[in-house]
C-alpha cells in the first residue's frame, strides 16, 4: 500500500480518506479559550472528530508556569527546564516526547492537527511535531467547523484510551529562536520580526495581556486571522505569496521570525508562508511575553 503523507494542510475529504485507508493516524483535537482555559475540554466533550486525541494548550502543550527569571525565562524546579520564556513557555523536546508516546503516538502515523478557532492553537501541535523531527504532520484546513459541513461525523464524551509507545526525537525540522537572538539579529537585514497580534496591540494601543505596550522594535504587522478566507480556510497559495510578499518588500522570506503575544497565534503565520511556497521560517516561541519581561530590551509604538 502507497503511503500518502501530509505536511502542511490536509481537507476534510482527504482526512476521510485517510482514515479509510488505515495507513496508521491520529488525530488531535486542540481546541482553546485564553479567557476561559477550561472550555478547550468542554467543547471536544460535546462534539470531535471520531477517535481525536485532546491535546491541552496549558497541560500537554506548555511546560509548567513558574517564576520569570531576570532573562525572561520560566524557571521550574524539574530536570526539563522549559525551552523558551514566555506566557506558554514551550516543554523540552524531551517532555514533549514523553506526552506524546502516552497518548500512543508513534513515528509511522500521519498527525492531523484542528481545532475550532481559526487554526490558532492547532499550528502550535503543528510545529511541535516539526521541533520533534516528525515531517507527517498537517493542519486540518478549516477545523471541526469544515469537517463538519461536508457532513463528517462527530463523537461526544471521551475516546478509548490508546497503548503507550516510544516516539523517538529525530533533528529538528524547524528552528526555533531566543529572545537573546532575536535581540542580536535588530537592525540586521538577515532578520525581519512578523508579529502576528492584532493591530492595537503591535501598535501599543492596548495590552490587555502583558505589562508593557507596544512591538519589537522594527517588526512588521500581519495579524494571524488575515491568513484565512470567509469561509475559515486558508486563503489559496497563490494569494497568501502575493500577501506575504507585499508585506516583505525586499526582505528575503528566509529572514523571517515569527511571534505574537506568547508563541501561539504567530504559528498561522509561519503556516501560511509555508503553504505559500515561500519556505520554512523560525519561531520566538516567548514572543512578546518573554521580550517585555525584561526592561531592558528596546520596545517601540506606533
Known amino acids: 500500500m502507497s503511503k500518502t503523507t501530509y505536511t502542511t494542510l490536509i481537507s476534510p475529504e482527504q482526512l476521510d480518506a485517510l482514515q479509510l485507508s488505515g495507513q496508521p493516524c491520529m488525530v488531535f483535537d486542540c481546541s482553546f479559550d485564553l479567557g476561559k482555559p477550561s472550555l478547550g475540554r468542554q467543547q471536544y466533550e460535546q462534539a470531535h472528530i471520531p477517535g481525536a486525541v485532546f491535546a491541552d494548550l ?84 478549516g477545523g471541526l467547523q469544515a469537517w463538519q459541513a461536508a457532513g463528517q461525523p462527530v463523537n461526544q ?79 489559496p497559495r497563490e494569494l497568501l505569496r502575493a500577501e506575504f510578499q507585499q508585506l516583505l518588500g525586499e526582505r528575503p522570506a528566509d529572514s523571517v521570525v515569527h511571534q505574537c503575544g506568547s508563541g501561539v497565534s504567530a504559528l498561522p503565520n509561519l503556516l501560511a508562508m509555508e503553504v505559500a511556497g515561500l519556505g520554512q521560517t523560525a519561531l520566538f516561541a516567548g514572543s512578546w511575553s518573554e521580550w517585555c519581561a525584561d526592561a531592558s530590551r528596546p520596545v517601540e509604538r506606533g
Open 157 to 235: 464524551g471521551s475516546e478509548p484510551s490508546h497503548f503507550q509507545t516510544s516516539f523517538t526525537l529525530q533533528p529538528p525540522l524547524r528552528r526555533l529562536i531566543s529572545a537573546r537572538e532575536v535581540l542580536a539579529g535588530l537592525g540586521s537585514p538577515a532578520q525581519t520580526v512578523i508579529d502576528a497580534r492584532a493591530g492595537a496591540r503591535y501598535r501599543g494601543e492596548v495590552e490587555p495581556l502583558d505589562p508593557v505596550a507596544g512591538h519589537i522594535p522594527g517588526a512588521l504587522n500581519r495579524p494571524f486571522s488575515e491568513n484565512l478566507a470567509a469561509d475559515g480556510r486558508f486563503k
Open 58 to 141: 496549558d497541560h500537554d502543550l506548555s511546560a509548567k508556569h513558574g517564576m520569570p527569571s531576570s532573562d525572561g525565562s520560566v524557571a521550574v524546579s524539574q530536570a526539563d527546564q522549559p525551552a523558551s520564556g514566555g506566557r506558554h513557555p514551550l516543554p523540552s523536546r524531551e517532555r514533549f516526547s514523553v506526552w506524546l508516546s502516552s497518548v500512543g503516538f508513534s513515528n509511522d502515523m500521519q498527525a492531523v492537527v484542528y481545532d475550532r478557532n481559526g487554526a490558532n492553537y492547532c499550528g502550535r501541535l503543528w510545529w511541535m511535531l516539526k521541533w520533534a523531527g516528525h515531517d507527517a504532520v498537517a493542519v486540518l484546513d
